[in-house]
T-cell receptor, first 112, second 113 residues
Framework: EDQVTQSPEALRLQEGESSSLNCSYT??????LFWYRQDPGKGPEFLFT???AGEEKEKERLKATLTKKESFLHITAPKPEDSATYLC?????????????FGQGTRLTINP | DGGITQSPKYLFRKEGQNVTLSCEQN?????MYWYRQDPGQGLRLIYY???????QKGDIAEGYSVSREKKESFPLTVTSAQKNPTAFYLC????????????FGSGTRLTVV
């Protein structure tokens, strides 16, 4: 079964305490892996797209990496404004159609 | 600025009522999607449309209906047959159905009262 699993479900860090979020997937025909940020009551905001194993992308304090079975979102020296839910999604061919399959998200809280 | 507009932001439904959620985009995208988001769960696909006058069921289409009469608009109706409609609903679009990357609206929170 095509599946995307994120861990941990929730993570609480102190400001400046670096960590990583995990996204593991079991889909065939992967066309892309996406990371989104979602603030409460708002729609997901695009962060990164990764296409192939070994690829890395960075934006400010965030860095996303991709292997054949999982992706990591590394957060370096986070600030309180980085608090949000981070969603991982994979775009793949499922039952003959292109679909975007989401993980359940990691709720990140950065304490000042 | 191009984007997706969802309205209303909050919607309350009485038991047995049908309600319609609006989604409009000015990105000139062919494909549009409706997702449902529940606490602690990922986004689940309700319906999608690859082109005007065409739409397909997603993973949880029961109790929902859609139309795609215009390229810019993809309204979602939550019918009385949907037994647990309280959720956050997100509309998205992409250039084509196979295009990489979606743009999301800001969502509608539906509550049954």
């Amino acid at each position: 079964e095509d599946q995307v699993t994120q861990s941990p479900e929730a993570l609480r860090l102190q400001e400046g305490e670096s960590s990583s979020l995990n996204c593991s997937y079991t889909v065939s025909g992967l066309r892309g892996l996406f990371w989104y940020r979602q603030d409460p009551g708002k729609g997901p905001e695009f962060l990164f797209t990764l296409y192939s194993a070994g690829e890395e992308k960075e934006k400010e304090r965030l860095k996303a990496t991709l292997t054949k079975k999982e992706s990591f979102l590394h957060i370096t020296a986070p600030k309180p404004e980085d608090s949000a839910t981070y969603l991982c999604a994979v775009q793949a061919i499922i039952q003959g159609a292109q679909k975007l399959v989401f993980g359940q998200g990691t709720r990140l809280t950065i304490n000042p | 600025d191009g984007g997706i507009t969802q309205s209303p932001k909050y919607l309350f439904r009485k038991e047995g009522q049908n309600v319609t959620l609006s989604c409009e985009q000015n990105l000139n995208h062919d494909a549009m999607y409706w997702y449902r988001q529940d606490p602690g769960q990922g986004l689940r696909l309700i319906y999608y449309s690859q082109i005007v006058n065409d739409f397909q069921k997603g993973d949880i289409a029961e109790g929902y209906s859609v139309s795609r009469e215009k390229k810019e608009s993809f309204p979602l109706t939550v019918t009385s047959a949907q037994k647990n409609p309280t959720a956050f609903y997100l509309c998205a679009s992409s250039l084509t159905q196979g295009a990489i990357g979606y743009t999301f609206g800001s969502g509608t929170r539906l509550t049954v009262v």
